[in-house]
């Protein structure tokens, strides 16, 4: 047998609004239950999201102004469906998997978001040279 | 029809929708030996190629895949 090529799969998170947050949770999960090795880089108004004010927040998430009409119904049927939120996805696949949360420190300094202001997922605050490094060699997408 | 394979776990994700039967097929495969069977009941329609695409994936063996009613039975062997 040859040496197994490491799978990887890598998500720039740019985006803070829910119908890009949910498809981030959903990849990121499935891939970890996959054995892919994770990596998430929460950068601009993605930052935003992982600060544990966003994640406790009792108020509607944002939705993408050009899907807003479709929001609240498709929050309800989330609902109906007990579908986690995105958040929770990514903690499960923390739990199954190999999954780094990275968070962007120019971002914070742009919104003086400090380190303790960030969710309990989070496991680092880097740079873009870093987000490189861990994402050669696999899948990346920007979202 | 083949060979009915002893079952170690049962994981019912009746009722789940993508990523939930492969995040709980993920976890589940886990809590068992290595050469024994897990049975997975799911009735998100993508389960079928979705723990198909996982078992390729992570190299285990899928033994039998069966639609009963509205659910389908996926029988995984634990590899490593």
């Given at each position: 047998?040859?040496?197994?090529?490491?799978?990887?799969?890598?998500?720039?998170?740019f985006s803070g609004t829910?119908?890009?947050?949910?498809?981030?949770?959903?990849?990121?999960?499935?891939?970890?239950?996959?054995?892919?090795e994770v990596n998430l880089?929460?950068?601009?108004?993605?930052?935003?999201?992982?600060?544990?004010?966003?994640?406790?927040?009792?108020?509607?998430?944002?939705?993408?102004?050009?899907?807003?009409?479709?929001?609240?119904?498709?929050?309800?049927?989330?609902?109906?469906?007990?579908?986690?939120?995105?958040?929770?996805?990514?903690?499960?696949?923390?739990?199954?998997?190999?999954?780094?949360?990275?968070?962007?420190?120019?971002?914070?300094?742009?919104?003086?978001?400090?380190?303790?202001?960030?969710?309990?997922?989070?496991?680092?605050?880097?740079?873009?040279?870093?987000?490189?490094?861990?994402?050669?060699?696999?899948?990346?997408?920007?979202i | 029809m083949t060979q009915?394979?002893?079952?170690?776990?049962?994981?019912?994700?009746?009722?789940?929708?993508?990523?939930?039967?492969?995040?709980?097929?993920?976890?589940?495969?886990?809590?068992?030996?290595?050469?024994?069977?897990?049975?997975?009941?799911?009735?998100?329609?993508?389960?079928?190629?979705?723990?198909?695409?996982?078992?390729?994936?992570?190299?285990?063996?899928?033994?039998?895949?069966?639609?009963?009613?509205?659910?389908?039975?996926?029988?995984?062997?634990?590899?490593?």
């Amino acid at each position: 047998m040859g040496e197994e090529k490491k799978k990887k799969l890598s998500i720039i998170v740019f985006s803070g609004t829910i119908d890009k947050l949910m498809p981030v949770g959903i990849l990121s999960s499935a891939a970890a239950a996959g054995g892919y090795e994770v990596n998430l880089f929460f950068t601009f108004w993605g930052l935003q999201s992982i600060t544990k004010s966003s994640i406790h927040s009792q108020k509607p998430p944002q939705i993408d102004k050009n899907y807003e009409q479709m929001g609240p119904i498709m929050m309800q049927r989330m609902q109906e469906m007990k579908y986690p939120m995105w958040h929770q996805l990514v903690q499960q696949a923390k739990e199954v998997g190999e999954v780094k949360v990275y968070a962007c420190s120019t971002t914070m300094e742009f919104f003086g978001v400090k380190r303790e202001d960030l969710a309990e997922f989070v496991d680092d605050v880097v740079g873009a040279a870093t987000f490189l490094d861990r994402a050669e060699g696999g899948i990346t997408l920007f979202i | 029809m083949t060979q009915e394979a002893k079952i170690s776990k049962t994981l019912d994700a009746r009722g789940m929708y993508c990523p939930g039967p492969v995040l709980e097929t993920a976890k589940a495969i886990k809590q068992i030996q290595v050469g024994e069977v897990l049975e997975v009941l799911a009735t998100d329609p993508a389960a079928k190629p979705d723990i198909e695409a996982w078992a390729r994936r992570t190299g285990h063996q899928i033994l039998d895949i069966q639609q009963q009613g509205e659910a389908t039975r996926i029988l995984i062997k634990r590899m490593k």
